[in-house]
T-cell receptor, first 113, second 115 residues
Framework: QQQVKQSPQSLIVQKGGISIINCAYENTAFDYFPWYQQFPGKGPALLIAIRPDVSEKKEGRFTISFNKSAKQFSLHIMDSQPGDSATYFCAASGRTSYDKVIFGPGTSLSVIP | DTGVSQDPRHKITKRGQNVTFRCDPISEHNRLYWYRQTLGQGPEFLTYFQNEAQLEKSRLLSDRFSAERPKGSFSTLEIQRTEQGDSAMYLC?????????????FGPGTRLLVL
């Protein structure tokens, strides 16, 4: 019930392309869904987050699509750049678990020129 | 820099030694979390503080691990009698808790290597 599933495990995209990462969750008590970006040797940094009362949130080149009935959400990175190459974690948290963040296993994104 | 800070950034120790890590959260944040991240995995929750009270501990946190947050400010994580399996990145995060789940801001982590 606490697990967050994420796919693909790794992704290679050409510069200018669209990167898509998909996640799914089981626990309906989750009410906050952040995406974190992590570069090697660094801590995770919040990229964008969504609550289940909206179906989409866009910030610059990054968009989260959220499907509450399917318990799925995805990250779209438009016009992908080499600087976007990093590991991306979807995550979920909720008030019933002291807000501890449950992370997906991560997607390693490589954007090639 | 007003973000979460952690010290040291790297620690190499021999098996059986004790180590202590420090985390300084964002100053107005009342919630503090410790996570552990092994190579190729997402961070895993270890423990959580609301002000100075430790409210939850993961089963990952064996009795060799202890965490404190005196006065509800900085926190320390101590590992006694370290084992090679303790080698990981230890991450600290903080948030300002209200009635909703709020964004957690992560520090740069302390990378521990147990030889």
């Amino acid at each position: 019930q606490q697990q967050v599933k994420q796919s693909p495990q790794s992704l290679i995209v050409q510069k200018g392309g669209i990167s898509i990462i998909n996640c799914a969750y089981e626990n309906t008590a989750f009410d906050y869904f952040p995406w974190y970006q992590q570069f090697p040797g660094k801590g995770p940094a919040l990229l964008i987050a969504i609550r289940p009362d909206v179906s989409e949130k866009k910030e610059g080149r990054f968009t989260i699509s959220f499907n509450k009935s399917a318990k799925q959400f995805s990250l779209h990175i438009m016009d992908s750049q080499p600087g976007d190459s990093a590991t991306y974690f979807c995550a979920a948290s909720g008030r019933t678990s002291y807000d501890k963040v449950i992370f997906g296993p991560g997607t390693s994104l490589s954007v090639i020129p | 820099d007003t973000g979460v800070s952690q010290d040291p950034r790297h620690k190499i120790t021999k098996r059986g030694q004790n180590v202590t890590f420090r985390c300084d959260p964002i100053s107005e944040h009342n919630r503090l979390y410790w996570y552990r991240q092994t190579l190729g995995q997402g961070p895993e929750f270890l423990t959580y503080f609301q002000n100075e009270a430790q409210l939850e501990k993961s089963r990952l946190l064996s009795d060799r691990f202890s965490a404190e947050r005196p006065k509800g400010s900085f926190s320390t994580l101590e590992i006694q009698r370290t084992e090679q399996g303790d080698s990981a990145m230890y991450l600290c995060a903080s948030s300002f808790g209200t009635i909703e789940a709020e964004t957690q801001y992560f520090g740069p982590g302390t990378r521990l290597l147990v030889l």
